[in-house]
């Protein structure tokens, strides 16, 4: 439990120290916040650091293909409700950036933690964490990540018998296959856009049966729990049946979602619905993500989406046509190299809004736009796009480093 009656060793100071020099030269330097290289630095002092860092915390790790970076930080405001909260609030959410993280967090009671997909396992072992949400499994980082179903895999072997109370959305196959080897599981139905990766059961390969909102595998049985809390509408659904009213700054269907996961995890720890959902409208803006910012004479709203299940819950919370947006994607290392993804993705959604293409796959993108019979033209530059728009609102999504870019240029 937390109270820091259990100072941390000479050897774990002196490695919290030189970590944190190292990330203040890095800022200095302007080479970014100087998180994940201060933690590098730390972690080879002491490679406990982090189960040190963590001992006298309650904590939360969150992990998903999208949304956690949002989740992390509504879990983040509700828990303040109970106490001082640490949290890799920035998203640098594999080992080095989450030591650095809870390095900085000496008054805290408790942790919230975003957690890479592929971490999930050893960060979990090094945390002892109270509670663990997980929201959902689609492709992403086709290159290099591994294939959806053996995340899952690894996910379910890593948290088998796991003493942390896992949060997990039921209507994701993948992620209910994964939570389902752990003693205390709490459902959630947070409901599921992108089906395209869990058409096959991963627990036998059967084909997955989809009647409705429902899904079972008609060959072994396999199949969704039901769910102790619900995303309906507007409202949380908690488990005594009470709807509790979702008020977000955040747009989207998505983020409501997020909510109803974050409402179930502050319970966890006391926090009850109405006070965990009432500080979550403190949250405007992730990371940049949804913020709206003047540029050249109009109103730029940025939103975030890395891959297919991302750009589909995107499409769906934009301003209808005739709003402009602004496509921009990337394909450097933190993106993934591989850009097949775009043709998983429905942009036939975006008919009736012109679109301008930017980005160092701009061309990728425009083949795609033209099989999906969209009007779009290609540009050099987010200036460039910016004033092919007439005034007022545009909507400009893009892809990871594609969004970095953006920020630096509008000065968000």
């Given at each position: ?5 259990d100072p941390l060793s000479p050897r774990a100071k002196l490695a919290v120290t030189a970590g944190k020099a190292v990330a203040a030269a890095s800022r200095a330097a302007g080479r ?34 999208n949304g956690k970076t949002t989740t992390t930080r509504l879990i983040a405001e509700a828990l303040r409700a109970a106490g001082p909260v640490v949290s890799n609030a920035l998203g ?164 409501k979602a997020n909510a109803a996961s974050s409402a179930a995890v502050a319970a966890v720890f006391g926090v009850p619905p109405q006070v965990a959902l009432e500080r979550m409208y ?131």
């Amino acid at each position: 439990m937390a109270g820091n009656s259990d100072p941390l060793s000479p050897r774990a100071k002196l490695a919290v120290t030189a970590g944190k020099a190292v990330a203040a030269a890095s800022r200095a330097a302007g080479r970014g916040s100087g998180s994940v290289i201060g933690g590098r630095v730390a972690l080879k002092l002491d490679p406990d650091l982090l189960a040190r860092l963590a001992q006298n915390l309650d904590v939360t790790l969150v992990s998903a293909t999208n949304g956690k970076t949002t989740t992390t930080r509504l879990i983040a405001e509700a828990l303040r409700a109970a106490g001082p909260v640490v949290s890799n609030a920035l998203g640098a959410n594999m080992p080095a950036g989450i030591t650095s993280a809870l390095a900085g967090g000496s008054d805290a009671r408790y942790g919230v933690i975003e957690v890479d997909e592929k971490y999930l396992a050893g960060v979990a072992r090094d945390t002892a964490p109270k509670c663990i949400a997980l929201l959902n499994l689609s492709r992403d980082q086709l290159d290099r990540a591994a294939e959806t179903r053996m995340l899952a895999e690894n996910w379910r072997e890593g948290l088998a018998g796991s003493k942390a109370v896992i949060v997990a959305n039921c209507d994701d196959p993948l992620v209910v296959w994964a939570a389902s080897s752990s003693p205390n599981v709490v459902w959630v139905a947070a409901g599921q856009m992108w089906k395209d990766d869990a058409w096959s059961c991963p627990s036998c390969g059967g084909v997955m049966q989809r009647p409705g909102d429902d899904w079972f595998c008609g060959e072994c049985g396999f199949r969704r729990p039901t769910p102790s809390w619900a995303l309906s509408g507007d409202h949380v659904l908690d488990p005594h049946g009470s709807a509790w009213p979702i008020h977000l700054q955040l747009p989207g269907r998505a983020n409501k979602a997020n909510a109803a996961s974050s409402a179930a995890v502050a319970a966890v720890f006391g926090v009850p619905p109405q006070v965990a959902l009432e500080r979550m409208y403190q949250v405007q803006a992730v990371a940049g993500r949804y913020d709206v910012v003047q540029f050249q004479g109009r109103d730029l709203r940025l939103l975030l989406a890395k891959n297919p299940a991302g750009w589909l819950e995107t499409f769906s919370l934009i301003d209808p046509p005739p709003t402009p947006v602004i496509l921009s994607v990337n394909a450097r290392g933190a993106d993934g190299t591989d850009t097949s993804w775009l043709w998983d993705v429905d942009y036939t959604r975006l008919s009736g809004h012109p679109i301008c293409v930017i980005g160092d796959r701009r061309l990728d993108l425009a083949v795609r736009l033209e099989v999906a019979d969209q009007n779009f033209q290609v540009h050099d530059t987010l200036d460039q796009a910016v004033q092919a728009c007439p005034p007022g609102r545009i909507e400009v999504i893009a892809n990871y480093t594609a969004f970095q870019d953006l920020r630096r240029r509008v000065g968000n």
